[in-house]
């Protein structure tokens, strides 16, 4: 295919390529090549010390880039490969460090999606990418959002079209004695404990985001995990994550001081907004403000929801609002990946 020895020809002149994936797109670039993996750094914005994952052509693969490789990851990348699975492994002294980050660990995946697993085959190498986004704001899900991100910084981006999961990989941390969940991601906790079964501690496995995470976990993801900080996924103006009662009483205020305000929610967009449109005239001015109230809705399904998200975070950005209300999702297993992203998109507005 052309757009694929396109895509390779660029990668091998120390270009940067977007690359479609079942979680969102990345910003590739030659992971041997410490030149290329620079200007990704650059082009993101994002610091140097924040490692690349590296995506595989399979899993055989993991050993040019691993050393020391537990069972547990065998039986992970055979169950979830290709797929939305990154494991952190110890680093083959053959890795650029620049890729790491300077750390002796490395990240590794094989994404499920054809254009790209394609692209890696036929590269034979590994792709180094993380997110094709600005560092610090909302990932792109299409190749459209990609080039609203990118602009001209990216030489190319090969289009595969919407990603079909849109939240990022779940990452599992595989390179100390006690394995765990670095980011919450569609593979769920027991999925993951379904497959390495009694090799893995369960307590220690999972450490909930950011209330209930423990100090301890929460000090060390931040440090081995960078991207794992809080304001990260974020819209540029002010998110406000509320449970639903307290979204309604902000929403009115918004109305009454004339701000502007837009809604994602479960709950249907309510009638009275709309009757205050019609009366327009006979109410205060402010009341005008509601017909401009855009109103998204999540979907009752979390995988759904997940697919959705980030678009809708973009469409409500762009509508330059005052404020973005959010409500809660349910504090459940299926959600927690959502909540985590929406957690650290409302930071610092909602604590
Ligand atoms: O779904 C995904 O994982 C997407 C697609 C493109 O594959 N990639 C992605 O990359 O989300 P990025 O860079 O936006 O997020 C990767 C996260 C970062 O928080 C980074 O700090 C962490 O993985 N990470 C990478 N290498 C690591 C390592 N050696 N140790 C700990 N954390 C690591
Ligand atoms: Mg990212």
Redesign the pocket.
Not at 23 to 26: A, I
Not at 50 to 53: A, C, D, T
């Given at each position: 295919m052309k757009i694929i020895e396109r895509a390779i020809t660029l990668l091998l002149e120390g270009e940067l390529v977007a690359i479609p994936?079942e979680?969102?797109?990345?910003l590739g670039a030659d992971a041997k090549n410490p030149a290329a993996v620079q200007k990704v750094f650059t082009v993101k914005g994002r610091p140097t010390t924040?490692?690349?994952?590296i995506?595989l052509p399979n899993w055989d693969a993991m050993t040019d880039w691993a050393i020391d490789i537990p069972d547990s990851a065998y039986q992970l990348a055979k169950a979830f490969w290709p797929g939305?699975l990154?494991l952190?492994l110890k680093r083959h002294p053959s890795v650029p460090k620049i890729v790491?980050?300077g750390?002796d660990?490395?990240?590794l995946?094989v994404?499920n999606h054809p254009l790209t697993l394609e692209l890696l085959e036929r590269f034979k190498g590994g792709i180094a990418?993380?997110?094709a986004n600005r560092y610090g704001r909302i990932?792109p899900t299409t190749a459209e959002h990609v080039r609203e991100e990118l602009g001209d910084a990216v030489s190319y981006i090969l289009d595969g079209g919407p990603c079909q999961i849109g939240i990022?990989?779940t990452?599992v941390?595989l390179a100390g004695d006690n394995p765990f969940i670095?980011?919450q991601?569609s593979i769920l906790k027991r999925q993951i404990l379904n497959v390495t079964q009694s090799n893995f501690d369960t307590n220690n496995l999972y450490k909930p985001i950011r209330d209930s995470l423990s100090e301890e976990i929460s000090t060390f993801a931040a440090i081995?995990?960078?991207?794992?900080s809080t304001s990260h996924y974020a819209p540029v103006h002010p998110l406000f994550l509320l449970k639903k009662e307290q979204l309604f009483k902000m929403l009115l205020q918004s109305i009454r001081t004339q701000k502007k305000a837009v809604v994602l929610s479960f709950t249907k967009k309510p009638e009275f907004l709309n009757f205050f449109n019609q009366t327009v005239g006979e109410k205060p001015d402010s009341y005008e403000k509601t017909k401009d109230i855009q109103w998204l809705n999540f979907s009752n399904d979390a995988t759904s929801a997940a697919q959705q998200l980030y678009h809708q975070l973009r469409t409500l950005d762009k509508l330059k609002p005052d404020y973005i209300l959010i409500e809660e999702p349910p504090d459940t297993e299926e959600w927690l990946a959502i909540r985590d992203r929406l957690f650290r998109a409302a930071s610092p507005h909602s604590f």
């Open positions: 994936t979680t969102v797109y990345g924040n490692p690349l994952i995506h939305p990154t952190i790491t980050g750390q660990t490395v990240a995946r994404p990418a993380p997110s990932s990022e990989s990452i941390y670095l980011r991601g081995i995990t960078p991207g794992s």
